[in-house]
């Protein structure tokens, strides 16, 4: 009797140990999906709510649309993720935001988050063993974002836009939100410019929907530049079929737009500013189905890669740069045609 006792008792705690680890694993869960919610003040991520966090939050006046901007890497040390202690690799990290945000302001108020990003030595991994690292950078991505739809959007019409990791960032932000048709409704665009659209996101999302002219808005608008006798990049290999479009001629095919047609190129510094523009400098067409933007009337050495693991003639720094202007004017076109549409919906 004693021994079925005994027996009974430890058999009790046991089951009571078992409801408190389930009861304490449901309560991390859902904790951490309330610390995204709240700007992952709860979940070990950056507190959204804390200005420090943001390389811009709600800069600029008097703007129709807003636009959430995401940094490109800028962290070269040996390590896999960039740390938000580290003050000089903020500073670059505010910099690269700087050369970009020209191509966003005149049109849409400015919000750029701080994130643990990946550093550049995690692109030298596969993609499958790169992708945790990628993923920790998205969590901050995603709680920053999470933060601004609930204390800023206001149901404001909305760009997203990243170069190079930051618009992986943006594919990821459509995954994850845009299948929400009311949320679908604000975008007026992404530019998702340096990182493929590639045929299996877009099959797999039906939210993510490649851009097909000059106007039309809910829509990506993707590309990544490089010498005509380049065949691939790590960023666009053989054998990838993508979705990108010509930022001169604003076609999906492979019609080549003459460098008379590039409105400007522009090389900003870290402040900002545009140190050189020139204007036709330089045509292109696109390779397809790479989805590649062939980059005509320019010398590589005049442009070297600089990227680890870019051959030369991968012109994926420049992709912005190269056609500052048509982009920039594209922005002011697609917000234009965004509102346009919309004050007929509501007129309906």
Not at 40 to 66: C, M, Q, S, T
Not at 180 to 193: K, S
Not at 230 to 254: C, H, K, Q
Request: net charge negative; with cysteine; proline share 5%.
């Amino acid at each position: 009797m004693k021994k079925k006792t005994v027996f009974r008792i430890l058999a009790a705690l046991a089951a009571v140990l078992l409801l408190f680890g389930l009861g304490f694993l449901l309560k991390a869960c859902l904790d951490s999906r309330r610390g995204e919610a709240d700007g992952g003040k709860e979940a070990g991520l950056p507190d959204y709510g804390e200005e420090k966090n943001w390389a811009y939050r709600a800069l600029g006046e008097d703007k129709a649309a807003d636009v959430f901007l995401v940094c490109p890497t800028v962290d070269t040390k040996d390590e896999t993720n960039m740390s938000l202690e580290d003050e000089k690799t903020k500073a670059n990290f505010l910099g690269a935001l700087n050369m970009e945000r020209g191509l966003y302001e005149e049109s849409a108020r400015l919000f750029a988050p701080y994130y643990r990003q990946a550093a550049m030595k995690v692109y030298s991994l596969d993609a499958e063993e790169r992708e945790p690292y990628l993923e920790a950078a998205y969590r901050d991505v995603s709680a920053a974002f999470s933060w601004y739809l609930e204390n800023e959007n206001g149901g404001r019409p909305l760009i997203l836009a990243g170069f190079s990791q930051g618009a992986d960032m943006c594919y990821r932000l459509l995954a994850e939100y845009f299948g929400d048709e009311a949320l679908l409704e604000r975008l007026v665009a992404v530019y998702a410019i340096g990182w493929p659209c590639t045929e299996e996101l877009v099959e797999r999302y039906p939210q993510i929907r490649p851009a097909e002219g000059e106007d039309d808005t809910g829509v990506v608008i993707s590309f990544d530049c490089e010498a005509p006798e380049v065949e691939e990049t790590f960023i666009t290999p053989a054998g990838m079929t993508s979705y990108a479009i010509n930022p001169l001629n604003w076609r999906t095919d492979g019609t080549p737009a003459g460098k008379e047609r590039n409105r400007g190129a522009c090389f900003p510094d870290y402040t900002g500013a545009v140190t050189r523009e020139e204007k036709g400098l330089c045509g292109c067409y696109l390779d397809l189905p790479r989805g590649a933007l062939k980059v005509t009337d320019v010398d590589p050495a005049d442009y070297p890669a600089r990227v680890p693991g870019l051959p030369e003639g991968a012109y994926h720094i420049y992709d912005y740069q190269f056609f500052f202007r048509a982009l920039e004017e594209n922005v002011a076109v697609r917000v234009s045609a965004y509102l346009t549409e919309h004050v007929r919906k509501d007129a309906a």
